[in-house]
């Protein structure tokens, strides 16, 4: 599977973005499915995942209640949702898949197809 990330942009603080992450290849809904951001000068860390099923979202703590993850398996793509943009969520935003599911979905090493990045920049 190929994952192709888009949806970034210059946007103000306070404002949203809806990240798109589509998926080609050997699609299905057999990936639990995350998101991950790098700022810059900094290691890249997990933002939010969703479970095969969809039935279970999880998010890390400075983004949860502000941003949303969705996914369309009919359309092979996840979403996010991200409102209410603080500057500290500035950064390149990944996504990436763990073929098979992973019981463990805020860690980087379960996910082994990542897409290329797009960048997120919100402006105080």
């Known amino acids: 599977v190929q994952l192709q990330a888009s949806g970034g942009g210059l946007v103000q603080a306070g404002g949203s973005l809806r990240l798109s992450c589509a998926a080609s290849?050997?699609?299905?809904?057999?990936?639990?499915m995350g998101w991950f951001r790098q700022a810059p000068g900094k290691e890249r860390e997990f933002v939010a995942a969703?479970?095969?099923?969809?039935?279970?979202?999880y998010y890390a703590d400075s983004v949860k209640g502000r941003f949303t993850m969705s996914r369309d398996d009919a359309k092979n793509t996840v979403y996010l949702q991200m409102n209410s943009l603080k500057p500290e969520d500035t950064a390149v935003y990944y996504c990436?898949?763990?073929?098979?599911?992973?019981?463990?979905?805020?860690?980087?090493?379960?996910?082994?197809?990542w897409g290329q990045g797009t960048l997120v920049t919100v402006s105080s």
């Open positions: 990436a898949a763990a073929p098979g599911g992973t019981s463990y979905p805020r860690v980087q090493s379960k996910y082994n197809v």
């Open positions: 290849g050997r699609t299905g809904s057999s990936y639990t």
């Open positions: 969703i479970s095969r099923s969809g039935g279970a979202t």
